[in-house]
């Protein structure tokens, strides 16, 4: 009796340890040779009282190294785009543009996290979270001390990258759910070009 309940536990131990760094697994096969990614997002902004403040939707596009372009398109439109080396902020109903130096402008965020190669242990302190919504979670939170955000989680299913949790400095937290993915999508790398449109306020250097 005492050996059949041995090999129970020895079993369900085996089982749970199996399943316990289930997030870290498909957190490092989907960078695993990652180079580029596009999905459309929706994106709700939360409050410390979890009162949703903001609904927004877009689509994105990243090219490692350093490349990407988020795109909101409702409830109003703006464009975020880099070449690597210049990040503009365009919003069209104000005809304004704001132009600045990508690594003094995004620093360590979110962005950097899907458009960087650098090794990302070097930027976050990585562990596993506990599944939620039938996702496998993995926290990132940022060793840097110019972040302007505090943590954020991957939510994965068994084939991508699905979900993303940003908490900031005033306790609001973003929540981005992504479909139509595509990983290593074949995109033109004018896409991460940018010329702002003639008449628009051009702010920055």
């Known amino acids: 009796m005492f050996l059949r309940t041995a090999c129970v536990v020895a079993l369900l131990s085996a089982v749970a340890t199996a399943h316990a760094d289930i997030g870290l697994d498909r957190f490092h096969r989907f960078f695993a040779g990652l180079r580029g990614f596009e999905a459309t997002f929706d994106q709700v902004i939360?409050?410390?009282e979890g009162k949703v403040v903001q609904r927004t939707r877009g689509t994105l596009q990243i090219m490692r190294p350093g490349r990407f372009r988020w795109t909101y398109e409702s409830p109003y439109r703006q464009i975020i785009v880099t070449?690597?080396?210049t990040l503009w902020v365009y919003d069209p109903d104000l005809e304004q543009v704001t132009r600045s130096d990508l690594d003094t402008s995004v620093g360590n965020t979110p962005a950097v996290l899907l458009s960087t190669e650098e090794p990302l242990d070097t930027l976050f302190r990585i562990s596993e979270a506990p599944p939620e919504d039938g996702l496998a979670w993995v926290a990132l939170e940022p060793k840097g001390q110019e972040a302007n955000f505090t943590r954020v989680l991957l939510g994965f299913d068994d084939r991508a990258?699905?979900?993303m949790e940003i908490g900031d400095s005033f306790s609001q937290t973003v929540k981005l759910n992504f479909t139509?993915?595509?990983?290593?999508?074949?995109?033109?790398?004018a896409l991460f070009?940018?010329?702002p449109p003639a008449g628009v306020d051009v702010i920055g250097r």
């Not at 139509?180 to 790398?189: A, E, G, M, T, Y």
């Open 180 to 189: 139509r993915i595509k990983r290593n999508p074949d995109l033109d790398p």
């Open 161 to 163: 990258l699905v979900a």
């Open 46 to 48: 939360v409050n410390q």
């Open 83 to 85: 070449d690597g080396k």
């Open 193 to 195: 070009e940018f010329k």
